[in-house]
């Protein structure tokens, strides 16, 4: 898991830098400075600040990078790899460790049962592993906005956590809590369980006999992560807008009054939005976790996943 994040984070941070786009934001219009990028983070001055800062309308994928780079350099597209390499390494290896006995809880001991027992599977899992691992994923996205302030926030990992724990206690670290559990839940049924799936599949029909054969993980991984991203960028674009709100003067009053706002005020188009850098972050993510873990799994265990 920690490899793969490293390996795929710069298209993570562009992805979140497309979602927090508006269609009728102007190009370089100042907003509050409270107002941050992510998926996981809030405004978290106690009293609120009217320092001008700017959020690029970044019209597509290779004009948000350019944006990153040329303002910030390499570093930039690694802003907030900490938290992510953390959230992940406690995240998927909760999730990989679980599936399995979740799945037998529902009545299957083997890969060969219907797929929506291993999409349910894959969503209690995804669910429950979020709710611990949603404080790293605030931090993770807090820092990445934060590169793209005049005024930087933060002097590292662990100020962010001093300044958000001081400033506005415990609880702040669980904001949104709702559309994260959604996006993981989704997420990790997509990525868990249609893996599994697509694996009983291709063995069933005999495309491939060998259960230990890369190309069978490469190939499962590559269609996992598609599926991955199509039922979560929806849920991950809701998250990213309710959560990137200011805390002092809020937008949205929920997740669902978020979502009627997108889809009222910019269509249902918005909803895809990301989508291409998220698909180009899970596909080469999900290649490099399973081959690693199908690897693992077989070294350590001397069976396959």
């Known amino acids: 898991s920690a490899f793969a994040e490293v390996l795929t984070f710069p298209f993570d941070t562009v992805k979140v830098y497309l979602q927090l786009q508006h269609r009728n934001m102007p190009s370089y219009e100042p907003i509050a400075k409270e107002l941050e990028l992510g998926s996981s983070h809030i405004g978290m001055k106690s009293g609120f600040s009217h320092h001008p800062s700017t959020i690029p309308f970044f019209s597509n994928l ?15 597209f690694y802003r907030g790899w900490k938290p992510a390499v953390l959230r992940a390494s406690l995240n ?12 037998r809880c529902l009545g299957y001991d083997d890969r060969n049962c219907p797929l929506y ?3 349910a599977a894959g969503m209690l899992t995804g669910a429950t592993t979020q709710i611990l691992a949603s404080p790293t994923d605030l931090l993770k996205v807090r ?8 005024i930087r926030e933060y002097n590292g990992f662990r100020d962010a956590i001093r300044k958000i724990y001081g400033e506005h206690g415990l609880l702040a670290f669980w904001k949104g809590l709702g559309p994260s559990m ?46 991955a991203t199509t039922l979560a960028v ?18 949205y009053r929920s ?4 979502c009627a706002e997108i889809a009222k005020n910019e269509g249902l188009r918005v909803f895809t939005q990301g989508f291409f850098p998220m ?17 693992l799994h077989q070294e350590l265990l001397g069976i396959t996943f």
């Open 143 to 150: 820092m990445q906005a934060d590169s793209t302030r005049t």
């Open 62 to 76: 290779k004009h948000s990078a350019e944006e990153i780079y040329n303002n910030h350099g390499l570093r930039g």
């Open 182 to 227: 959604l996006r993981a839940g989704f997420s990790v049924a997509a990525t868990l369980g249609t893996y599994d799936h697509c694996k009983a599949l291709i063995l069933q029909h005999e495309w491939c006999t060998d259960d230990k054969d890369w190309r069978l993980h490469f190939v499962c991984s590559m269609a996992s992560g598609l599926c």
């Open 92 to 103: 998927n290896a909760l999730s990989a460790t679980i599936y399995k006995p979740v799945r």
């Open 255 to 258: 997740a669902r009054h978020c």
């Open 279 to 295: 698909y180009c972050r899970l596909g080469p993510w999900q290649i490099a976790f399973f081959l690693t873990f199908e690897f």
């Open 234 to 251: 929806p849920f991950d674009v809701v998250k990213t807008r309710y959560q990137s709100q200011s805390m002092h003067e809020p937008i």
């Open 117 to 119: 027992i291993k999409l």
